[in-house]
DNA sequence: CCGACTCTGTCAACTTGCCGACATTCTTCC
DNA sequence: GGAAGAATGTCGGCAAGTTGACAGAGTCGG
């Protein structure tokens, strides 16, 4: 990828959208480019930082395994998504592990020469450290739906959350969250069984308010999802 | 309280140790005191961030709250922490109540006045990005507790937490948690019933590995809960 | 030293979600 | 079009934790 395209592929990024674009091009010219085949495991909990990473396309998986083979899923990114900031500044190890679905290309900053950008350019510190907060939030958020909903409740957040970043919004209104999304792995992000998925999911579709198809799931009434979710709270 | 005396108060910090003490004067200049009676409220979730708060003597206490009632106790802050950053840094309301235990001294470091240091002193930035990854690191680790290790597991864990911030080593080695800690107290730290914690204390303490006293912990054990929390894992 | 209050132990009935097993259905790839 | 594999539906037994109730024990202030 040429460097004005890189620069292109930066900006148009979520994350650096009101970046001035001196600064987007200083990024750019530190990026190197990176391919992952489908599966391939970019980082692992516990690591050294080698970097920053932007995804251009394809889709990680950020995820917490334990030994005997259960695993969180923590994220989904998708491109214009930068992660791996964390250990970036504090310079401890990596939190999760990292890994590809689907082949992707991603963007690295490596560290050395990102934190001498960063000495050069302190005006992106604010930038980043809205980054850190906003991953907080996300967390807090998480902890709380834990803590306080029910089952049913958290699974409508969590549809609800993966259609405000993967839907897409069809002819008669409804959302499509557009990922292969099997309940064996809505469970994964919810610690939950996959068969105390599907019960659910067949509640909810009964009710009327989503449509199961094979591997993926239709959303026809947001709001109701937001009242049961606002309710149990 | 002097300057110097506050100039004292900051350096000691376990945050702000590596800070040189120019920055540390001038922290301290800004720093309001701020006097909380017991049960005070300080802030409440959703209320807009006035300033970063440091607590001088006394406790504080953070939590989320339910419309009916329910609390998730999610830190407890003793003298020398530091905390309120997030909306600091974000601009958007604050994640959680916070309200004096006991009655409390406090710094404030206004908004404004922060935000004009930090712009003047980018060398403070690292500093707090470190102290919101800590935070970030904490919560994940939370989460993964919550999803993979079996309550009994997660109740060891969170001990030796509290044994960490407030344990007060005895003369045979075991170590007090300095804490009015009542099991009730204890079920809000993990969304857990005050019966279910009785029921598992009481099974570590029929193991040897804690004694039980009237509103406190003594950890006799150390390495027997670490093991609980690993096996789980 | 006594009463009020707080904290703890315990029980039974109940709810939620897990796990294993098995049958079905859908998709993909030859 | 026909496997083979992936994803789903469903059931019953089981484990963990909740809730409400009550009794007993510890602490503190007058």
Redesign the interface.
């Known amino acids: 990828m040429s460097t004005p395209e890189l620069h292109q592929a930066i900006a148009a990024s979520e994350w650096f959208r009101e970046l001035p674009a001196e600064l987007v091009g200083q990024l750019a010219a530190l990026a190197q480019q990176r391919h992952l085949a489908d599966g391939a495991l970019l980082f692992a909990k516990g690591d050294a930082a080698d970097g920053l990473y932007g995804l251009l396309s394809g889709r990680v998986r950020i995820s ?1 395994t ?2 005997d083979g ?1 695993d ?1 899923l ?1 994220n989904l990114f998708e491109p214009g998504d930068w992660f791996g900031e ?1 250990s970036m ?2 310079g ?1 190890p990596r ?2 592990d990292a890994r590809a679905v689907g082949a992707s290309e991603l963007l690295l900053i490596p560290r050395a020469r990102f934190h001498a950008l960063l000495a050069a350019q ?1 005006v992106l ?2 930038h ?3 980054m ?6 996300r ?2 958020a ?3 739906y ?3 909903l029910p089952m049913s409740a958290r699974l409508a957040a969590r549809l609800l959350e993966l259609a405000q970043d993967y839907g897409e919004t069809q002819a008669d209104g409804s959302v499509l969250i557009a990922l292969h999304l099997p309940q064996e792995e809505l469970g994964r992000m919810l ?1 939950v069984s996959r068969q105390t998925v599907s019960k659910e999911l067949n509640a909810l579709e009964a009710r009327g308010w989503i449509r199961l198809d094979y591997g993926r799931v239709l959303i026809r009434q947001p709001e109701a999802l937001e009242a049961l979710v606002r309710g149990a ?1």
């Open positions: 917490a334990t030994r259960r969180l923590v964390i500044f504090d401890l939190t999760h302190p510190y604010p980043f450290m809205r850190l907060c906003r991953k907080l939030r967390s807090f998480w902890i709380e834990i803590a306080f610690s709270a």
